[in-house]
Structures are given as C-alpha cells and as structure tokens.
C-alpha cells in the first residue's frame, strides 16, 4: 500500500476512509481531523485555558499533545484511583508525559479523599465502573471550575461516542441522548466540556500515538471485566467490519437529525438542578451522587465487623 | 518460525510459516483496525509480508477503562 499523499509505503490502513498514510504524513491527517472538530463546534477559542482531563492511556495523552501543538493553553488534570497494579502505572506515565512536554500537570488523589477505588468497591454494590466514573467526572469538574479553566477537555474517540450513543439507544434514554454530543456548554456549576478526539477511532488514535512516541499505559483497568461498554465496542467493531463508515455515520447523523429531536423534548421535561445541600455542586437530588457515595462509604466504615 | 507477541495480554505463539499481517490477524480473529501490527519498530499495513525469523508484536488497541 502506497501513502495517499506522498506514494512512500504506508504505515497505516484506513478502510473507512478509503485510504492510506505513511509515518510522516498520517500524524498529519490526524490533527487535521481535530482541528475540524474544534473548528466546526467551535470547541476551544484562542484565549481559554485548557484542562485536559489524563489517565495515561493513548487517547488523552494524544490529546494533550495535538492542543499543545496547536498552540493552545494546556494543563492536565490525573485522578489517581489507587487502584494497586494500574494506578502507579497510570500516573507515572502521565507525569512523564507532561514533564517531557514542560507542561503542569496536577494529580487529584481519590484515597486522600476517602474515595479510593478498592476501598469504594468493597463497600458499595454498584457496578464500580459507573461509581468511578461519576467520581473521576465530578473531581475534573470541581478543577475546572475552582481554577478558572474555561473548557475541560477529554480524550473521548469515536468509538466511545458511539459506544455510549448506541447504550443511550438501546435504552432509549431520551434524557441522555438530548445533550450527548461533542460540546457540552458551561452552565451554572458545570465546566463547558469538549471532546475534539470525537471524529477518530481508537484504532487511528493508537496508531498516531504509536508514531509520536507517546509512551502510554497499555494495561486496561482490572476492574473493567464486567463493564458493559466493551460489548457495545466488539459489536460495532464487527459491523464496521463489513461496513466501513458506520461508526462515523452513526454518529454524525445523529448529531444531524437525532439530538435536536431529543434536545426539544428535554427542554419540557427538563429536572431542574439545585446545589448539593453537602458540596454545592448541581444536582437533581437533594445530595449530589458523589457525596451520597461518600456517606455510604463512611457509614460502612462506621459498622462494627467492617 | 515467526514469533508473534500479543498485546497487552502478554501471550506469546509462533507460526510455522510466511503470511501477510492480514492473514495473521484473521488467525487471532482480530480485525483490521482491532490492533497495531508492529515489526522491529514499524507498523505494517495488512498486506505486508511477515517472514520466517520476523518478531512481531500484535497490540489490540480497544481500552478497558
């Protein structure tokens, strides 16, 4: 296979589009699709500072170094799950990362927080993948918000777009599927999120970091056996298979035609939000999510036998 | 032989013979943009040769949390 661009052989195959790249012009044809995704949502002005939400695997590292290199004011944000066998990995090679980048990076300890993973796990029955990632989005959000970042960005490909659509779809979850998107705007205790990864693939996003030399963790979490999400991922990776372009498609025309629909809906039906009577932070419950786990991994604490 | 690493499950095996990287990875029921095909640094596209003696990493690229 030749290089589409250039004719020198190719390094990487993209059935999907039709195409082929070699080691010097593929990195090129990457940040020309986040460039399109910040530029057509309108994700990232030139004057907002940046936090970019890391867990040292492939996609937010790339991420970090696609805004840094396109000029704009990056600072990273790791949320160290304590997890024994990936959180140490996990945090070194975002500390490395950034390092090598001269860029600031803060760590957000959960077991400082009371809220270490193994700890969470043990004391609540909830699938941990949820808990945790409700965790990680709250304490991103918090950063964002309490150090004056203007946009939190996340490392979020297409796959995990489509993924999550699809989940949303299956259930028809109306309510997330009315501002499930690439841009969610900053609203009263929320930071304004943005996912400028969203038009790549995991497949393109490792393939880019495999020719930056973006040292990442390639270890998935231990505790992600039982997660829901990889299912939906085999499956549409097996349809993309034999249809190039539908992951793509999916989601693009759902962004078209599907979310203004639901969008509509939601603005009658809308929950309104109040601040968490403990933290603060918006919710549609009187106590927020986070500090109901909270409380419910103190009161086990509490118990005799525990 | 051609010896094939797996990653990140660490398994290793070897093929007694020359294939493409396409034919490797339908072995391991793999698809194409599944996993990096990786030879001495480089990444082959699937319908480079692999050759007797090639020592050669397969890196699924699906992440699990």
Known sequence: MKCRKCKALAAVALPSHNTAFCPDCYPVFVRSQVERAIHRHKMIAPDDRVLVAVSGGKDSLALTLLLHELGHDVHGLHVDLDIPGSSTDARAACEGFFAKLGLPLAVVELRREGLAIP??????????????????????????????????????????????????????????????????????GFARKVKPM???????????????????????????????????????????????????QFYENFLRDGRPVFAAWAEHREDPLSPCTVCGYPTSAEVCGVCRIRTMVAAESDTPGT | MIHVRLEPQGRELRLPKACTALKLLRELGLGVNSALVIRDGELLTPDRRLNIGDEIVVRTVASRG
């Open chain 1, 198 to 248: 969203y038009r790549l693939t995991e497949f393109e996003i490792a393939n880019f970091s495999f020719l930056r030399g973006i040292d990442h963790v390639i270890a998935g979490c231990p505790y992600s056996g039982r997660a829901s999400f990889p299912v939906y991922k085999n499956l549409w990776s097996n349809l993309e298979e034999r249809m190039h372009g539908a992951k793509v």
């Open chain 1, 119 to 188: 700890l969470v796990k043990s004391r609540i029955k909830r699938p941990i993948c949820s808990v945790c990632g409700k965790l990680k989005r709250h304490y991103f959000n918090k950063f964002a918000l309490e150090n004056g970042f203007s946009v939190l960005a996340t490392g979020h490909n297409l796959d995990d777009e489509v993924s999550r659509l699809f989940a949303n779809t299956v259930r028809w979850d109306a309510s997330y599927l009315s501002d499930q998107g690439p841009v969610l705007p900053a609203a009263d």
